[in-house]
Every structure is written in structure tokens, then in C-alpha cells.
């Protein structure tokens, strides 16, 4: 047992495993539960609006995903930035491992925005700046996974997307604000946050943060799981190497 | 930097070179807009500032595979790698001249083209200006990219598929700006904002590049 403990202790890949195994079950059992519970609640037991009717609780499935999408984004920056600067090999394999999920996140807020839309806006597709930074957001995570995908050395390829990761957030922010510049919108301003006073009324607002917090901890899981994947896939590789060289 | 830079212009201009070959793209791709939209000036010249972006922005990404490529397989990379010169004025020098052979013509030819599409006469120097503060921020994305795809073997299309979304923030300010010309609207806020985005690329993009080749050099 290693006397002094830091976070940086879980960059052993023998460690995160161990660490990671019992509490991938009850991770998965604990978000399943919180989706079960928020979208039950949120689809069966609250009122419609008064304005939007019944569309109005795709919410339950727009709000949390779209969130996740940025979030996903970040925690790649994040993870590729501890990959640049301390070389830990779980942290790159960590950010592969986010990058389809939050692409699929991206996706799913992008075609519930348009079932949504098109009934309330009367379109399934408008350049509004926010819809249209998710597209440019989707197309970042493309080009991201593909350059995964296209190198065959994985620390080379950890290396250069990590470079693409820091280099395409900015360019992320940029476009944010570059496409606000271009079109005025349709989309309505932020409805949740934590200072300001909130404007979800309390009925729908308890349902949507069990469902955040179960879209939190499906991403957490996937991306846990996904990484002792990779992990095993790494080591089985290694040894599959050491085979041929025997 | 200077000689690299000089050493690549001269490449790219001599025979083989493919120096004319973004121009003829560009033209053609904007001869190839009215068999699409129609002849209309009506149609054309609202449309013609970004058609006219688009058009150089897309023969912008046609030479970027160039850049680092031919000189990774002639072993001239590993020297520039060594040089006393630092892997970031490498990468500037590269992007200057992949900007001297293919942003600046464009610029230049661009408002002879926005004739073509019947762009009113006012909107012709605020497109050439445009393009030529905005292109150079162009070069050094596409620089960037071509650094990141150097060692892959079927890097041209990732290579696009990496760069174009790059492009965003350059194309929504500089289409901007060429519109307002047009127009005759105040562009000083586009402008302004289109330069900035060239001015941060030049500052910050030369290390991303060097990084980049660093790793693929390994």
C-alpha cells in the first residue's frame, strides 16, 4: 500500500481499474435509476404548459443532453491537457473515450431541439447562433474522433489530438461568439443557473435536475467504462505484441 | 525564416510549382455558381460576398496538403527540425508563404470576379480588403492542420474535415465585412474583429504548429 495518496495515484492504470471496477455497477445502477425516476416524473406526473402543451417536457431530455455535450467537451480539454503536461496514459485514453459520447449527446440535443422546434417554432431547422454552434460543435467532435481513428501509433495520436483539443476549443469559443455576431436568434436565453433567479417553475424544475444529475452520471459511466476498454484493448495489444516476438 | 520563406514562394512559383492552380480553382468555382443559382444580377449580388469567400476559402484548403508533405518525404523537414532556426519561425515562415502563393492573389483577383457576379462597385475594395486581412489567418489554421496530418497517409480529406471548422469565425467576419461594403453599411466592428482573429492567429498558432511537427517528426 502506497503511504501518501494524491488524485495523481489513479494515472496507474493498475489503479484505476481496481478503483474503477466495484464502482462502475453501482455508477450504472445509480444513473439508470435518477433517468428512470426524472423522465417518469417529468413525462407522466408533471402538468403541460400552458403555452407549449406536452412538447414542453422534451426538456427532460434536451435540457441534460445539451449540457452534457458542452460538459463533454470540456472534460476532454481537460483530460487532454493533463495528457500534454504529465503524460499519464489514462488521462488520453480517458478523452478518446469521451469524445463518442459526447458527440452522441451533441447529436441527441440537436434532434430533440428540432422535434421540439418543429411544432413551437414552426421549422425543424433555423441558424439561430446557439443551434448553430451545436452543429459547429458536432462537426469539432468529428473531426477529433477521425483523427483518432486516422493515426496508428496511439501516443502520436494521443499527442496530436490533445494539440487539436486545446487549439479547436478556442476556436470553439470563438465561433460562439462569432456566430451570436452573425444571426440574433430564436432560442430562448438560458433558463437554468445558479445565481440568477430561475424561470423553470418548480414543477418541471425537480424532475429536470433528477434528470441532469442521471444524464451526469450516464456520462460518468460511459466514459468509465469506455476507458478500462481501452485500457484492456491497450494491454491486450501489448501482449499480443510480445506473443509475436516470443 | 526569411530564406525559408523565400525558398518556398520560389517552389511554389516555378514550374510544377501549382501556383496557378488555386486561381483557376477559384475561377472556376465562381464561373460555376450562376449555372447553379441562375444569371440574375438580382440573385447574384446578394449572394456574391460570400459565394467570393467561400470560392477562396476552398482554394485556400486545395494547397495546404503541400505544405509540410513534400518536404517530409524529401528529408528536408528533419533538417528544418534541426536548423538553428526555432520549429515556430519554421511554421510561420510556412504559412507566410503558403499566404504570399495563395491568399494574397486571391485577394487581389477577387474583385475582378466579383465583376462577374455583378458585386456593386463599392463592395469591390472592401472584398479585397477583407480577404486580405482575413486570408492570412486562413494560411495559419490550414498550417496547423497540414501539421497534425503531415505523417498520416490519406490526410487530404481529414485534413479538410479538420480545418473547415477552424474556419468559422474567420468566414462569419470576413463574409460580414464584404457585405457591409457592398452595402455600403459602417464594417467597422467585423473588421476590426476580423483582425483580431488574424492578429491571435499569428501570435498563437506558430507554437500549436510547432507542436504538432514536433510529434510527428518523432
Known sequence: MQTE???WSYANPTRFMATTRPLLPWLSALAAACLVVGLIWGFFFTPDDYRQGSTVKIIYLHVPSALMAIN???????????????????????????????????????????????????????????????????LF???????????????????????LCVVGSVFAVLSRYAVNFWNQGLHQGASLSLDAEENVADVFYFPLLVCIAGFVLLFVALVLARTRTEIRARRLHALQLRERMA | MIRILSRDVALAVRA????GLSLAFFLIVVVLVPFGVGP???????????????GALLACLLSLDRVFALDREDGALDLLATAPVPLEGVALAKAGAHWLTTGLPLSLAAPFLAVLLGLPAPGHLWLAVSLLVGTPALSLIGTFGAALTVGLKRGGLLLSLLVLPLYVPTLIFGADVARRGAEGLALGPPLALLGAVTAGCVALLPFATAAALRVSLR
Do not use: N
Open chain 1, 5 to 7: 495518496m494524491s488524485l
Open chain 1, 141 to 163: 467532435y468529428l473531426g477529433y474522433m477521425a483523427l483518432w481513428a486516422a493515426i496508428e501509433d496511439p501516443d502520436t495520436a494521443a499527442d496530436l489530438t490533445s494539440v
Open chain 2, 40 to 54: 440574375e444580377t438580382a440573385v447574384l449580388a446578394p449572394i456574391a460576398p460570400g459565394i467570393l469567400w467561400l
Open chain 2, 16 to 19: 510544377g510549382g501549382g501556383f
Open chain 1, 72 to 138: 463533454a467537451w470540456f472534460m476532454m480539454l481537460v483530460a487532454s491537457l493533463i495528457w500534454l503536461i504529465r503524460r499519464h496514459h489514462v488521462s488520453a485514453l480517458a478523452a478518446k473515450a469521451a469524445a463518442p459520447v459526447g458527440v452522441t449527446m451533441t447529436l441527441v440535443a440537436l434532434v430533440t431541439g428540432a422535434v421540439w422546434g418543429s411544432p413551437m417554432w414552426g421549422t425543424w431547422w433555423a441558424w439561430d447562433p446557439r443551434l448553430t454552434s451545436f452543429l459547429i460543435l458536432f
